[in-house]
């Protein structure tokens, strides 16, 4: 049965223990978590403080089941400067670590980028380079995964990279490795294709999905809205989703919270998810 998750990226100004509480109060399962430079769970955290995150969720009746990270937007796997590189493969190592301490089953990697409208720093690099880089680099990040027994999902994002579900599936593929698949993000795919065509595509190989929805209409970041309220086919992308035989997490990742009375996306969403995952009109 699939599971009823959200992002730690949904709340505002809130601690980690904070947010559990809220999470569970509107009925959801679990958090993905978030690994950053500063915080509560962060590049240098300690074992105890990570058992304290950990113990702030059990006590909380909330499950830990994923590990996502924004440093990949200061740090690419396809950089063209190799000590870049390097630091992007060894936050991906300490992503994967931290999933083991938490008890996560999935870390989400950004497999690297082309360029990035809100990341221009990055640059721009040769999408052959990129392609090849990110292939050698997410192959040793595969073996990694297998040792520290964490998945990761690659995430299909607004990178300029892995465009369409073929080049998707055959990167997945090229790699050939059980410890590697699809993060399958819903909304992030409604700029340029349709969200149902990928998850028919990719099929076995999703490991998590996020939920998110926009419209089309409105371009770039501006078009991503809350749930039901863009294009997203979600009967369709369901349906899909049980033709593939899934039955894991569905993680709304609802950026950015509402700048007022935040704490309402939480509950908005949790209902929004409700409907689409029970087929109410």
């Known amino acids: 049965m699939m599971k009823k998750g959200i992002s730690i990226w949904s709340f505002r100004g809130k601690s980690l223990q904070e947010s559990f509480a809220l999470a569970k109060k509107a009925d959801f399962d679990g958090v993905?978590?978030?690994?950053?430079?500063?915080?509560?769970?962060?590049?240098?955290?300690?074992?105890?403080?990570?058992?304290?995150?950990?113990?702030?969720?059990?006590?909380?009746?909330?499950?830990?089941?994923?590990?996502a990270s924004g440093l990949y937007w200061k740090y690419s796997l396809t950089s063209d400067d190799p000590a870049q590189r390097a630091k992007a493969e060894s936050v991906a190592k300490t992503q994967l670590d931290t999933a083991a301490a938490l008890g996560c089953e999935t870390v989400l990697i950004v497999p690297g980028a082309v360029s990035v409208c809100f990341a221009p720093e990055l640059g721009v690099?040769?999408?052959?380079?990129?392609?090849?880089?990110?292939?050698?680099?997410?192959?040793?990040?595969?073996?990694?995964?297998?040792?520290?027994?964490?998945?990761?999902?690659?995430?299909n994002v607004w990178n300029n990279f892995l465009l369409s579900p073929l080049e998707m599936r055959d990167f997945i593929d090229k790699i050939d490795s059980p410890w590697l698949g699809s993060y399958f993000d819903v909304g992030n795919v409604?700029?340029?294709?349709y969200p149902e065509q990928w998850i028919q595509i990719l099929g076995k190989r999703i490991k998590k999905v996020h939920f998110k929805d926009y419209r089309r209409a409105a371009g770039?970041?501006?078009?991503?809205?809350?749930?039901?309220a863009?294009?997203?086919?979600?009967?369709?992308?369901?349906?899909?989703?049980?033709?593939?035989?899934?039955d894991g997490w569905l993680t709304a990742e609802m950026i950015p919270p509402y700048r007022h009375y935040s704490d309402t996306i939480v509950y908005n969403t949790s209902r929004a998810m409700d409907s689409i995952i029970g087929g109410s009109k």
């Open 230 to 246: 863009g294009d997203t086919d979600y009967p369709a992308v369901i349906s899909a989703l049980k033709n593939t035989g899934y």
């Open 220 to 228: 770039c970041l501006d078009g991503f809205v809350d749930l039901l």
């Open 32 to 67: 993905e978590v978030a690994l950053a430079e500063d915080g509560e769970i962060r590049l240098d955290s300690s074992p105890n403080g990570l058992k304290q995150v950990k113990r702030q969720a059990d006590d909380a009746g909330i499950e830990l089941y994923s590990v």
């Open 190 to 193: 409604l700029y340029t294709g």
């Open 125 to 155: 690099v040769s999408y052959d380079k990129a392609y090849e880089r990110s292939v050698e680099a997410m192959g040793r990040l595969a073996g990694y995964a297998a040792k520290v027994k964490v998945s990761i999902g690659v995430e």
